[in-house]
């Protein structure tokens, strides 16, 4: 009898996966400045051989800017860069969406969570009234609107504020896409439209948000910091998608936004990624030495804050310094200016012995030495002092205990702001506060004899705040890949225009072309009068 052959089932052929198609995304970035948030992520994105197109406001606000999108084209051979179209300057639409906008930021302050914030409300009529006084309107267009702003900027009635924030999120759903910005990514054909931050005063981007949408391209909206959804302006739009560090700020999102809590994706901080891993690159001595300090006493990290915060800081810390030598005579301090805040402190002498200002009239630190230096000053000082700045978060992420006091100076800018008070102690936070100079100095000496006693609820904190993921996720591959996410959603469903829009868009038309045809007037009048100006001078 034949024996028969043993029988084994056959294997199936290896089938490869089809890679995942690329995509291409446009990011419209206000300028270069905000690579310091999504540089990382965008890096990681061309890794993975997506084409990304960054639009740009404006080509630099602080000095070096630029170099950062230069230097991130040079790396990555699918990141392109461009200046950011925008509507006509003499297009009627764009003064009424300007205005509208504006209204819209000034009356969110109404609020009665922000009863205790004049500082914010203040700052943003103050630059309404700039803009209405010197824009090309006529003078009898311009006092119903200063009256307008004088009764949304008292912040008393909150009935009114959201009346008019309901009544001008109508007028904005009415303002048609720009046509150029519309004809500009129908050129460029992205996959999703992503813009940051979108909430600074009466901003324009929500126009690429808009005309992404009327041609069925996904939206993002990218939160680049901790302070950017209670204390500027309001967003205007629900995109597909928005990214930010927390949980905290999705609450923001959700109550005072209008955005759903499942289009929000907590990332965390990417912009802090780099501060978990690093290491100093120096040791105490050796920066004490460098920078000027006695290496034999440790010493106190006083971090400035931006010129809305402080303005004028100059005059606090000197008073502050005197208040820490009265009690601690050899601790070593360095006080750190905010990069947009230098100017004050050119050529200050604090005229003491252990105490410097470095570096001298502040500094980005966004590579090399700078960014070396700046890590070696939060990893080697003995505990870190401020008014009001991401620079405490920065100190939490090391492990620093964080000190602050409270002072008439700064009452609008401190305590009269909504995201100063998620750092508090009390509220769980990591930031011990102070009522007055003689408290404040007591804390510090606590602070310098106990060292990092602090760290368990300042892990906590930083966590919670800054990497929700956990400790050891770090942020920028989920900023990535939530965006991989959102371009692979296929196209957007087109929206259609209401009955309803159509007929407020229709009355605003009017307006519109009426405002077209004064900017037009008021233009040529301005160049004939620089013509005459011109040939009197020959």
Known sequence: MQQEADVHPATPPQIEEAPAPRLKFLFSLLHPGYLRHYGQPIRLLAERGHEVHVALGRLEKDPGDFKLIEQLAAECPTVTYSHAPARRRRDGWRRLAWLVRALTDLARYGDPRYADAPALRGRIADKLDW???????????????????????????????????ARLGRYEEAVPPSRRITEFLAAQRPDAVLASPVIEFASSQVEYLKAARALGIRTGICIASWDNLTGKGLLRFVPDRVFVWNDIQRQELVEMHGIPADRVVLTGAQRFDDWFDRRPSTTREEFQRKVGLDPAQPFVLYLCSSPFIAPDEVGFVRRWLAAVRAQLPHVGVIVRPHPQNGAQWEDVDLGDANA???????????AGEARAGYFDSLAHSACIVGI???????????????????D?????????????????????????????????????????????????????FVQRFTRPHGLDEPAAPLVAKGIEELGRLGPAPRPHASPGILARRAALYPVALTMTGVSYLLGGARHARKAALGLARR
């Open 131 to 165: 803009r209405i006084d010197y824009s090309r309107l006529p003078k009898p267009f311009k006092r119903p609107l200063h009256r307008k702003v004088a009764s949304l900027a008292t912040g008393a009635n909150a009935e009114l504020a959201q009346r008019t924030i």
């Open 388 to 406: 009001n700045t991401s620079g405490l978060l920065e100190a939490g992420i090391v492990g620093k205990a964080v000190l602050t006091v409270l």
């Open 408 to 460: 008439p100076d700064f009452a609008g800018t401190q305590e009269g702001t909504l995201h100063f008070h998620y750092l508090r102690w009390e509220n769980g936070g990591l930031l011990h506060v102070a009522r007055d100079l003689d408290e404040h100095v007591q804390q510090l000496e606590r602070a310098l004899a106990q060292g990092e006693d602090d760290t368990r609820q300042v892990r906590a």
């Open 356 to 366: 410097v200002v470095w570096p001298p009239a502040g500094q980005q630190p966004d």
